[in-house]
């Protein structure tokens, strides 16, 4: 099993930073991926997307699920791209008067040998656009609030 986690701050109140994130059309804003049948659900267990985007030139198109809500705390969801499925966990945490927003995702590639080595591949892989993505949805929410 191999993590990467990453944590930003944001000054919105968690039951705000929570909601945006419930929507997987704005909370998913991914570089170089496009969301497709977009389903969301009332309490966010079941809401789905398809994700579409490239790697080393190859399109690929995976399902994402969100399997766990624990409002305002917590979203889990499933990510599945052919042989890569992590679980990605998102928690909100108070903090003065803003929300502390970690990103934890999890791989576990069972293949004899070269797992590991996947596995760690596929955290480096995802280091810059796990930064890029929580940067967005800071921007999106200190934004509004401004406005």
Known sequence: MAKLTRSVIIASPVEEVFDYALDVRKFFDWPDTALADVVLTPDGVGSS???????????????????????????????????????WTFTFEPVDGGTKLTAQGEWHVKLPVVGNTFEHMMVKEHEDGLELLLANVKDQLEAAAAA
Do not use: D, N, S
């Open 49 to 87: 997307a398809r994700l579409w985007t490239h790697f080393l030139g190859f399109h690929m198109e995976a399902g994402l699920e969100y399997t766990e809500v624990v409002r305002p705390e917590r979203i889990t969801a499933e990510v599945g791209f052919a042989m890569e499925h992590p679980t």
